[in-house]
């Protein structure tokens, strides 16, 4: 949510910006803009077009070597020209680009408004530009330093001055923001990707860090705007990681990734069949746990959801899966020997790096598991469990939900070996499953024509179900997620079992139900609770891996590959994915950025 790209050097500031925001499209956006200097003063460009609407203007723009460009997600005031990015104060002289949120910001802006100062904007960032022109006295860094003092809540900021014109000012809290080294020209960025094309050398800004960028070096400077020194890291990605490669969306190609995925991420930690953890918790203290929590969002909350259902059949430790937002204020009841598990693909939802740093306060033993290296919650935490997704661009999440799920049934497994709790005849023959898993995603993803059939009948809609007990209500879970974040179709999914305390009054005839059934245990209830709806009038998709089931349990069917149960969501989710995706493409939808939507959630 919300993206920044700054840059100074010797070549055309416009292109870079441009092409940098392009590769920060995907995060989610609602307005854009880009501000450079030019013979003196700010030449600034704001629109509610997609990127594309700058990229016009930039064509005919006087040429510059210096600029700061932002891609906004709606927060303070609606989305307009007027409260685009950047932000430049009252004298002109100031330009600010920032992510995040300024919780003070009605206070400082009163306090402003009694100096004189206006405001043009609904915005809180407005406040900070204006804040540093009022605190400005010829040094940027000293001024900047002086009104982020001021400031209460979350930010990523790049800031110019006319004054100076050779150097970009930069600082940070609870937001990411990284710099990058070039050669004879200098980058910023909330995110690697936007910079891949120019250089792979950066260095990760700390909270309440700055530094003062300029085309043939940089300084770092500590809270007190001290100097002090800052580690230059090689990010091992590539410009082409986030390319589509041939396929129409990054979606379409992200979710025909899942194989590769899965069988980097198992093989990241499985060798000679045996899982091997870089972990700093010994086998005593994962023998002791009393309790987990997995603490997530979004996604990354359903990935948990598997999560404890695999954990407590292998292990009998009771696992709690919380929704970071609400853990952090609920006061948890945390005990010496429990653990928590925290899932992020991006390494920076917001709530998430909220909820680790209490659980660090209390000092409670807890395993991270991200997508991204460098990221603010990979840098906080000791134990780190990677998935191995690569980029994932398009704001819904699917491959990387595959890898968190095969790294977390890795979890279950390797504690369960600790534990002596499951035979290791049984514990065998469940990683030789996982390790092949990948076969069966293939066989899967081999059926589209089966579900761009299924999605015709659905993309008019107005509502759909998805529904399943146990395991398969978590997959019924995320796939609802998919369905209403990307096509916009209101869809509800329900434990089955409660369906007659309330829910199946909204069954009716031609209503549209997605019913997932893995669980052989299971079956017989699921059934039982099919004839139901269909007696009400619904339409029932049935998504099994039993084979040949008999026809009047269904009107439309998704065959999947035989799998345990326990690993059902690696293999059932992908051709519900599939499903959402092509319902989105038929109804003419933007399927990789779907309005109100980010791809990473920075602020609460």
């Known amino acids: 949510m919300c993206g920044i790209v700054g840059y100074i050097g010797d070549g055309i500031a416009n292109n870079v910006l441009l092409e940098g925001l392009k590769k920060l499209e995907y995060r989610g956006y609602d307005s854009c803009g880009i501000a450079t200097i030019v013979g003196g003063t700010f030449d600034v460009f704001k629109t509610t077009k ?278 952090r204020y609920k006061n948890p009841i945390l005990k010496e020997n429990d653990l928590v598990i925290f899932i992020s693909q991006s390494g920076e939802t917001a709530d998430t790096i909220a909820s680790i740093e209490l659980v660090k306060e209390k000092n409670i033993k807890f395993i991270s598991i991200v997508n991204v290296k460098e990221s603010t919650i990979d840098r906080m935490s000791e134990n780190i469990l990677y998935t191995r997704a690569g980029a994932e661009i398009a704001v819904a999440s699917t491959k990387a939900y595959v890898a968190q799920v095969c790294v977390i049934d890795l979890f279950a497994i390797y504690l369960a070996q600790i534990l002596k709790t499951v035979s290791d005849k049984v514990l065998k023959s469940l990683i030789l499953e996982l390790k092949n898993i990948h076969e069966k995603v293939q066989a899967a993803l081999e059926d589209d024509k089966k579900y761009i059939e299924y999605a015709k009948k659905i993309k008019d809609d107005k509502s759909v179900f998805f529904l399943g007990r146990g395991i398969d209500y978590y997959i019924a879970l995320e796939a609802s997620l998919k369905l209403k974040e990307i096509s916009y179709i209101h869809s509800e999914a329900t434990q089955f079992g409660e369906l007659k305390h309330g829910p199946i009054a909204l069954i009716e005839e031609g209503t549209n139900s997605i019913v997932v059934s893995t669980d052989k245990r299971l079956r017989s209830k699921v059934y039982s609770n099919i004839k139901e709806i269909k007696a009400r009038g619904a339409n029932v998709l049935l998504i099994t891996n039993e084979k040949s089931p008999q026809p009047e349990f269904y009107d439309d069917i998704i065959e999947l590959p035989e799998v345990n149960e326990l690993f059902s969501p690696i293999v059932a989710i992908v051709p519900l994915q599939l499903v959402a995706y092509h319902v989105t493409i038929l109804k003419g939808l933007d399927v990789d950025k779907p309005r109100n939507l980010a791809k990473s959630v920075t602020v609460e």
């Open 50 to 327: 997609r990127i594309d609407g700058l990229v016009q203007y930039a064509k005919k723009a006087p040429e510059s070597h210096i600029g700061l460009g932002h891609t906004r997600w709606a927060t303070h005031g609606g989305v307009n020209e007027k409260n685009a990015h950047p932000h430049i104060s009252n004298s002109k002289k100031i330009a600010v680009v920032h992510n995040g949120i300024i919780e003070n910001y009605i206070t400082l802006r009163e306090m402003l408004k009694s100096k004189g100062f206006t405001f043009m904007s609904d915005t809180d960032t407005e406040v900070i530009s204006n804040l540093i022109e009022y605190y400005y006295k010829g040094n940027l860094l000293e001024a900047t330093k002086k009104a982020v003092d001021m400031v209460e809540g979350s930010y990523a900021l790049g800031i110019m001055c006319i004054d100076e014109p050779n150097e970009i000012v930069v600082t940070k809290r609870n937001s990411p923001l990284i710099v990058g080294l070039g050669d004879g020209e200098n980058f910023i960025a909330s995110d690697f990707s936007a910079i891949l094309k120019y250089t792979n050398r950066i260095s990760v800004l700390e909270n309440d860090e700055f530094a003062v960028i300029e085309k043939n070096g940089m300084a770092f400077f500590d809270k007190n705007a001290e100097p002090r020194g800052n580690e230059i890291k090689i990010i091992g990605a590539k410009e082409n990681d986030v390319e589509k490669n041939g396929y129409d969306h990054f979606m379409l190609k992200e979710i025909n990734e899942s194989t590769i995925t899965i069988k980097n991420t198992l093989s990241e930690y499985l060798k000679d069949d045996k899982i091997k953890f870089d972990l700093k918790l010994t086998n005593e203290e994962l023998k002791n746990i009393n309790q987990i929590h997995i603490v997530a969002c979004g996604t990354a909350m359903h990935a948990g959801l598997n999560g404890k259902n695999i954990i407590e059949k292998l292990t009998r430790i009771p696992v709690n899966v919380e929704v970071a937002s609400e853990f």
